[in-house]
């Protein structure tokens, strides 16, 4: 009989604590010990899933290969583990109470009162134990989001009581530990209220992670061991870094993964992490720097180009360059020219939705193009140096997308026509893998090395087949198309530097081990 096991992850004291880099970081210490590792999220909003909230409120959303739009903290995983995650491995409240209601609407509970408990539960434990089979997992991680005493996650933490019951599990809390500058000491005080209010609703930590500003000393630890109830070998330490590929490694210095298979009765397995240490090192001591502007619209939030800006460091460690990422404004930019963006070795142009900081990103394409300088565009950013290139090399008047503009004269982007009749916003766009043809001499060829790339998407507008000839004729190559060749997937400009745009996002392929191609070689222009 197939039998996983289970770590479960919770967040206690306030949430920003990062759970899902550190679930990511045992989870790979843990693969490299040779074990099939799955991860799953739980997060307790009503939405089935990201891909309607605003970047600047929820932080980025990342697209998986099955088109699945989720957490960014998938991303974590991806990057981390080197593997394709799905969107079944998301559970939100909204997908999972949709799940429910369907089935009692059909009649599936045969006239029973449907509650919370056991029939939501039901649902949720369901889904984990269908994940785990189908991936035939050795063990999985199950991140529930959010913090203890959130109303959202009671209903997750509920199911993985009962799952603590019937499977073998251990279950790692990550609380905060703060350091108290007017007594000179780590406090454990929050630590303790937070198991404590574990312990309510029937759960007890087996593994107890501080986060803290420095290393937690012995003292700290000895009080986590003594007032909540667990080894104090099983109490870790995970201070604060500025390089998160870092934690891996600290984490497997305080025997975080050995007392994990430790509780779950494994002792199997030698870890191997030298190729990431060494990668480590290569970030922590590079030969060069490079600062690169990325010209985006969400700058409220630091997590809105969250996986653009770890695919660059990605790059980075294998060409042993430190990468300094910056958001620009493509508003500002707009209002007040692109003078900001002299100081770059390079820019890229992220993907976005609607009309604000649109001419800027047109105006950095402009800038980028005509000064030589490395550019990235990606989605959106794409359609911008399309519009652009049409405008000023073209002569195309009035050039633009149909998203900002329905009555220009040049419609140059234009909406994919099976998405006109659909009302739904989720779900309605290009999402996931697609392969695209590449044109054999070109730099996106030299790139990828291959004829047949695939990459993710997340748009509703394409590059108007109609204006791809007067492009052409006009010096801008569309080295990458669609199967059937209506869909450009990649331009680019041959005598430049590096002047590539993308329909895709290759920053979500992008992994601390394999970087992606595309990011790799704009690295490398722009340390030139």
């Known amino acids: 009989m197939f039998m996983p096991e289970w770590i479960i992850v919770t967040g206690g004291v306030l949430s920003g604590l990062g759970k899902g880099l550190t679930s990511a970081s045992i989870a790979k210490l843990l693969q490299s010990r040779g074990y099939k590792i799955t991860p799953i999220k739980c997060d307790g909003y009503l939405n089935v899933d990201p891909g309607t909230m605003n970047p600047i409120e929820h932080g980025e959303v990342f697209v998986q290969k099955d088109g699945g739009e989720v957490d960014m903290d998938f991303g974590h995983y991806e990057r981390f583990l080197g593997i394709d995650t799905k969107f079944k491995w998301n559970l939100t409240s909204g997908k999972v109470f949709k799940e429910v209601i369907e089935k009692e609407r059909k009649g599936d509970f045969l006239g029973e009162t449907v509650q919370m408990i056991p029939h939501v539960t039901d649902e949720v434990k369901r889904r984990f134990e269908e994940i785990a089979k189908e991936e035939n997992s050795d063990i999985v991680i199950v991140e529930i989001g959010g913090t203890v005493g959130d109303m959202e996650n009671q209903l997750f933490l509920e199911a993985t009581r009962q799952l603590k019951n019937e ?123 490079v600062k690169i502007g990325i010209c985006g619209k969400y700058t409220d939030m630091d997590d809105s180009y969250v996986s653009i800006e770890e695919a660059l460091k990605h790059a980075g460690a294998h060409l042993r360059t430190d990468v300094e990422p910056e958001v620009v404004c493509s508003q500002k930019i707009e209002e007040e020219g692109v003078s900001s963006l002299e100081k770059y070795d390079g820019v890229i142009i992220p993907g976005g939705f609607g009309s604000r900081g649109v001419e800027g990103k047109i105006n950095a394409s402009k800038y980028c193009r005509e000064n030589d300088i490395p550019l990235l565009g990606i989605c959106f950013g794409m359609q911008m140096m399309v519009i652009e290139y049409a405008r000023n090399v073209c002569g195309l008047k009035n050039a633009n997308s149909q998203e900002i503009d329905e009555k220009a004269e040049n419609i140059l982007i234009k909406e994919l026509p099976e998405q006109k009749e659909i009302e739904k916003k989720g779900g309605t766009m290009r999402l996931g893998h697609y392969t695209a043809e590449i044109e054999k001499g070109s730099e996106v060829f030299e790139a990828y090395g291959r004829e047949k790339v695939g990459e993710r998407h997340r748009h509703r507008y394409e590059v108007n087949p109609e204006y791809h000839d007067i492009l052409e004729k006009n010096g801008l190559t569309i080295s990458g198309s669609s199967k059937n060749g209506l869909l450009a997937e990649f331009v680019e400009l041959k005598d430049h530097t590096f002047y590539i745009g993308t329909q895709s996002h290759p920053e979500f392929t992008s992994r601390f081990e394999t970087p992606n191609p595309l990011y790799k070689n704009f690295l490398e222009a722009s340390k030139e």
């Not at 199997?268 to 001591?285: A, I």
Request: proline share 6%.
């Open 167 to 289: 499977e073998n599990t251990v279950h790692i809390h990550l609380t905060l530990v703060p350091y108290l500058e007017t007594v000179g000491e780590q406090k454990t005080k929050p630590t303790q209220h937070s198991v404590s209010k574990l312990r309510e609703l029937g759960l007890k930590p087996d593994i107890i992670i501080g986060r803290s500003d420095e290393k937690l000393e012995s003292s700290p630890k000895e009080k986590i061991s003594l007032f909540c109830d667990v080894k104090k070998e099983n109490v870790i330490s995970n201070p604060n870094i500025d390089n998160i590929y870092r934690l891996p490694l600290i984490l497997a210095e305080e025997g975080a993964d050995k007392q994990v298979l430790k509780e779950l009765g494994y002792h199997n397995g030698e870890r191997d992490m030298d190729e990431w240490e060494k990668l480590v090192e290569n970030m922590e001591n590079p030969d060069k720097s």
